[in-house]
């Protein structure tokens, strides 16, 4: 029988305490900042892209975008609906965008979400997470919808 020390009980103890894991993705665009922020927010654009996968197809995008607004946008994959649910808590066009979402199938906590615009219409995406032990694999997801947004509609 493998026993602890106390001083490794306390160790122990702390490992299953609430984290917080954070990551960071930044992208370029040549867009104007408020085309790049209006496409969060428009449910037209954000059906071709956000939580987009290549192999998927949004069936559902419906997005009220603003402060205490929500949106449902939802991914179909293999026959399998994938939902996206959020609440916004900061809309500050062009500058940042706050919300927090969940993803039920892969997470059972709200994440919160921080899309932020620096000069030169660089953005960057935030996302801190809790309890998360699939960071690298959201992050990578996150990373491939940046890669895949397309230009706004002018």
Not at 49 to 68: H, P
Request: one cysteine or more; proline letters at 4%.
């Amino acid at each position: 029988m493998f026993l602890l020390a106390p001083e490794d009980v306390k160790r122990a103890m702390s490992i299953d305490a609430e984290q917080q894991i954070s990551a960071r993705v930044t992208r370029r665009f040549r867009a104007s900042p408020e085309r790049v922020f209006d496409a969060w927010l428009d449910p037209k654009t954000a059906r071709k892209w956000l939580f987009a996968k290549a192999a998927g197809q949004i069936v559902c995008a419906e997005i009220d975008g603003r402060v205490g607004g929500w949106f449902y946008i939802v991914n179909r994959c293999d026959g399998e609906d994938v939902e996206h649910v959020g609440e916004y808590f900061e809309v500050n066009r062009p500058h940042r965008l706050g919300f927090k979402l969940l993803v039920e199938k892969h997470a059972q906590n709200f994440d919160r979400v921080t899309v932020d615009r620096s000069a030169r219409a660089r953005l960057r995406v935030d996302l801190d997470q809790r309890h998360s032990t699939e960071l690298r694999g959201r992050c990578e997801a996150h990373r491939g919808m940046l890669e895949r947004r397309p230009r706004p509609a002018r």
